[in-house]
């Protein structure tokens, strides 16, 4: 209860006592193991969440196979919540084997959960987003099986969404405008905040990409609207992308720095050390000239990113020649 009173990135320091505590008190139940990560992931203590969840994950499997069951829902949930602490480590290799992983126990025929359905359209998405590899979302989705067209709404305008978002980012604009038309088809007359967010951030992108800026941050400043209204959620984000992110990476792109600098701060502050918004963060206070802004992001990302894999890491070389040029500047 106490975790769960504190699972958010104001109060979450609250809880740490309880979730060093509690998994503990039963080493055996998947759900103890994975509900100190609650705390960790809301302070962005990205190895000891990470930990909490493989423990988890381990515990479900070993019980899945002493009853010779499918993976429980507890066990998609520790996978659930690995794949994006990976993804903020900067480890997309072992991101991607716990999609394999996922992959594997959701697609078995024993498999009698709606935690798989869920993870089956969900991962590949964030795998995409977090990546931002976007030529892989359309093999991802295939290999886990996903069918719009059966999916509820949520899981239907967040595919049409997540495949209309990776398109424009490719250049894509035809097939990125079929995927919106699509994702509108499938909201129908559902009031979701978290489905209509991710319809103005494709229309955003969309129109970004098509070179209408001004339409493009209107529709981009709607979505970041909306989900600073919602209550602070817990755990990876739904909608996938984050909206005040993507339109701190717009407002980036239209060479606006400081603007997109509030927007970072803003994701951070929902989601606390999230890689990409580190990213933004440190890029556009080099660009706003804020060194000392820009160089505690490029500490922080790189603290995350110590066992990151060495393709993320060099990202960080960029990171360093923007600030330089911001100090030859000054």
Same mark, same amino acid.
């Given at each position: 209860?106490?975790?769960?009173?504190?699972? !958010?990135?104001?109060?979450?320091? #609250? @809880?740490?006592?309880?979730?060093?505590?509690?998994?503990?008190?039963?080493?055996?139940?998947?759900?103890?193991?994975?509900?100190?990560?609650?705390?960790?992931?809301?302070?962005?203590?990205?190895?000891? @969440?990470?930990?909490?969840? /493989?423990?988890?994950?381990?515990?479900?499997?070993? +019980?899945?196979?002493?009853? !010779?069951?499918? %993976?429980?829902?507890?066990?998609?949930?520790?996978?659930?919540?690995?794949?994006?602490?990976?993804?903020?480590?900067?480890?997309?290799?072992?991101?991607?084997?716990?999609?394999?992983?996922?992959?594997?126990?959701?697609?078995?025929?024993?498999?009698?959960?709606?935690?798989?359905?869920?993870?089956?359209?969900?991962?590949?998405?964030?795998? /995409?987003?977090?990546?931002?590899?976007?030529?892989?979302?359309?093999?991802? #989705?295939?290999?886990?099986? /996903?069918?719009?067209?059966? %999916?509820?709404?949520?899981?239907?305008?967040?595919?049409?969404? @997540?495949?209309?978002?990776?398109?424009?980012?490719?250049?894509?604009?035809?097939?990125?405008?079929?995927?919106?038309?699509?994702?509108?088809?499938?909201?129908?007359?559902?009031?979701?905040?978290?489905?209509?967010?991710?319809?103005?951030?494709?229309?955003?992108?969309?129109?970004?990409?098509?070179?209408?800026?001004?339409?493009? #941050?209107?529709?981009?400043?709607?979505?970041?609207?909306?989900?600073?209204?919602?209550?602070?959620?817990? @755990?990876?984000?739904?909608?996938? +992308?984050?909206?005040?992110?993507?339109?701190?990476?717009? #407002?980036?792109?239209?060479?606006?720095?400081?603007?997109?600098?509030?927007?970072?701060?803003?994701?951070?502050?929902?989601?606390?050390?999230?890689?990409?918004?580190?990213?933004?963060?440190?890029?556009?206070?080099?660009?706003? !000239?804020?060194?000392?802004?820009?160089?505690?992001?490029?500490?922080?990302?790189?603290?995350?990113?110590?066992?990151?894999?060495?393709?993320?890491?060099?990202? %960080?070389?960029?990171?360093?020649?923007?600030?330089?040029?911001?100090?030859?500047?000054?």
């Amino acid at each position: 209860y106490l975790i769960h009173a504190y699972d !958010d990135p104001v109060h979450a320091p #609250l @809880g740490l006592r309880p979730a060093r505590m509690y998994a503990d008190i039963a080493p055996a139940a998947p759900h103890a193991l994975h509900m100190p990560s609650h705390i960790f992931f809301a302070i962005g203590l990205w190895d000891r @969440g990470a930990q909490s969840n /493989v423990d988890s994950y381990e515990a479900a499997r070993t +019980k899945a196979r002493a009853r !010779d069951e499918g %993976l429980s829902g507890g066990g998609f949930h520790a996978l659930h919540w690995l794949h994006y602490a990976r993804l903020q480590q900067g480890r997309h290799t072992d991101a991607r084997a716990v999609l394999d992983t996922t992959h594997h126990y959701a697609t078995a025929p024993t498999v009698a959960t709606g935690y798989a359905d869920y993870m089956r359209w969900y991962m590949p998405l964030a795998s /995409v987003m977090g990546t931002e590899q976007w030529d892989r979302l359309g093999p991802l #989705l295939t290999q886990m099986e /996903v069918d719009p067209s059966t %999916l509820e709404p949520r899981g239907a305008v967040s595919v049409h969404v @997540g495949r209309g978002l990776a398109a424009a980012q490719q250049g894509n604009l035809s097939a990125a405008r079929t995927a919106l038309t699509q994702a509108r088809d499938a909201l129908g007359d559902d009031p979701s905040d978290a489905l209509r967010i991710q319809i103005h951030e494709l229309d955003g992108l969309v129109a970004l990409k098509d070179g209408e800026a001004e339409r493009a #941050l209107e529709e981009l400043r709607t979505a970041a609207e909306l989900e600073a209204s919602r209550p602070l959620d817990f @755990g990876p984000p739904f909608p996938v +992308k984050p909206a005040p992110e993507l339109y701190g990476e717009a #407002l980036l792109a239209l060479d606006r720095p400081a603007d997109a600098l509030a927007q970072f701060d803003a994701t951070l502050e929902r989601y606390p050390d999230r890689a990409l918004a580190l990213w933004g963060k440190a890029r556009a206070a080099a660009q706003a !000239d804020r060194p000392e802004v820009a160089r505690a992001a490029r500490t922080a990302l790189a603290d995350q990113w110590s066992g990151a894999d060495p393709a993320v890491r060099d990202r %960080l070389q960029s990171l360093d020649g923007a600030m330089t040029s911001s100090t030859d500047a000054e």
